[in-house]
């Protein structure tokens, strides 16, 4: 199967899965994996929570239906107000959609109908961040700020603009306080739409925690306010990608909760469906939505999946899960335990630079020299030797990075289920 997995032929090359208990995986041979990356995030419940296997059971019991159509159905609909209902202030629409890319996807297009509605034409062009991951299809992969990839689709990608993203442990000076740095990053956003002209700037979008492309990487303290205020200022919307940091995967149901941000959009997926089904959904401002009620009166983006009753079925129970069964206390409290043991054994090594995140959703920046800083000479293959050393020992954690955007980067990401002991 050339394409499945992450682009790579899988036959004869990866361990089978044959079933999952908690936090392991155990393949067809009988080996136990831990798993300490979740499938990318995702899995955040473990392999065969008990409820949310009972909730698909009970859902697929009482389909009296396969596909809808010209339907809703109950589960779509209470995910819906359940997700808006949590949603930070200004949120209160859901969109639903079958994965995290097209989230990004249809937050782009709404974006743009938001301006052809208002009078605003011009606005088209989008400013995302270098070094940043946001997805595969057209209007995600040119959001993406990996350039090599841009290249090859360049003729066919909606135009956007790159920044720097706000890494601290790679770019803040050592004479500079957090907060200064914060300020420079987003001093960056503001310049850029100048340079563009604000009135053809339609949206900034950003992770609140840069997860695969960086390992696990907070805006610094303050950086997300000021990307508002610039946001606000500009008239531009601003999209927060929490596919794979949000869903209570940083302690908060969404991570920019901690940042205290209120964004115009955000996309979740990886976590909403918890590796049972493929779901995502796009949350936006009611002032977004008034916008095309009052319009055309209709979201120029659709699926035939759209709102399906099982995915939307297993969001609804790992929401469930989430907040009734108090998971996010539990992640930040383990996520500081995790914290704390990565910092004990890691923390003096001479090939470990950085250790940072928030709740389960850790990374640990890989260096050749932590003094200097310097990245690791990419002919040693780091990644491979670290994943076949964990697969050996048991463990699956998600190492990443290589050259993007002409920085060299490697890191070990950690995001294991919330249930994690
Ligand atoms: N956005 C972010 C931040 C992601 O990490 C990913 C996937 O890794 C995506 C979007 C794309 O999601 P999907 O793979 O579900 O299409």
Redesign the pocket.
């Known amino acids: 199967m050339p394409g499945h997995v992450f682009g790579r032929t899988t036959k004869g090359v990866l361990p089978v899965a044959a079933r999952g208990e908690g936090c392991y995986i155990i393949d067809s041979s009988g080996k136990r994996y831990l798993d300490g990356s979740g499938g990318?995030?995702v899995s955040c419940l473990g392999h065969s929570d008990a409820g949310l296997r009972a909730a698909l059971h009970a859902q697929l019991d009482a389909l009296a239906f396969a596909h809808t159509g010209f339907f809703t159905s109950e589960p779509a609909e209470s995910l819906a107000d359940a997700l808006a209902a949590h949603a930070p202030e200004g949120i209160e629409r859901v969109y639903l959609v079958s994965?995290?890319?097209?989230?990004?996807e249809a937050a782009i297009k709404l974006a743009r109908q938001y301006f052809l509605e208002i009078g605003q034409p011009q606005r088209h062009r989008v400013i995302a961040r270098r070094q940043?991951?946001?997805?595969?299809?057209l209007g995600?992969l040119a959001a993406g700020g990996n350039a090599w990839r841009r290249a090859q689709f360049a003729p066919l990608l909606v135009e956007t603009s790159h920044i720097a993203p706000c890494y601290e442990y790679r770019d803040r000076q050592e004479d500079e306080t957090q907060e200064a740095y914060g300020q420079r990053a987003a001093d960056e956003l503001e310049a850029e739409i100048r340079r563009l002209g604000p009135e053809t700037v339609m949206a900034f979008i950003a992770?609140p925690v840069?997860?695969?492309t960086a390992g696990a990487v907070p805006a610094v303290p303050g950086y997300l306010k000021r990307i508002r205020q610039i946001c606000d200022r500009h008239g531009v919307l601003l999209i927060l990608?929490?596919?794979?940091?949000g869903m209570g995967r940083t302690g908060h149901l969404f991570a920019c909760e901690e940042d205290g941000v209120a964004p115009d959009m955000i996309?979740i997926?990886?976590g909403l469906g918890a590796g049972y089904q493929?779901v995502?959904a796009l949350l936006a401002s009611g002032r977004i939505y008034g916008a095309i009620a009052a319009g055309s009166g209709f979201f120029q983006h659709g699926h035939t999946y759209m709102g399906h009753a099982m995915a939307a079925a297993a969001a609804g129970a790992v929401l469930d899960a989430i907040l009734g069964r108090g998971l996010l206390a539990r992640v930040r409290e383990q996520g500081a335990k995790l914290d704390a043991a990565l910092r004990a054994e890691f923390g003096q090594h001479p090939h470990v630079g950085d250790i940072r995140g928030r709740g389960l959703f850790r990374g640990i920046e890989l260096v050749e020299d932590r003094a200097g800083k310097t990245p690791f000479d990419p002919a040693r293959k780091l990644h491979a030797q670290i994943k076949k050393l964990a697969f050996e020992a048991g463990l699956i954690c998600y190492p990443m990075g290589g050259t993007i955007d002409g920085q060299r980067g490697d890191h070990i990401l950690l995001a294991p289920p919330f249930i994690i002991e």
Do not use: I, L, Q, W
């Not at 994965?99 to 990004?104: I, K």
């Not at 940043?132 to 299809?137: C, E, F, R």
């Not at 990608?241 to 940091?245: A, L, N, Q, S, T």
């Open positions: 990318a995030a994965g995290g890319s097209e989230a990004v940043s991951y946001h997805g595969n299809t995600a992770e840069v997860g695969a990608d929490e596919v794979m940091c996309t997926a990886k493929p995502g």
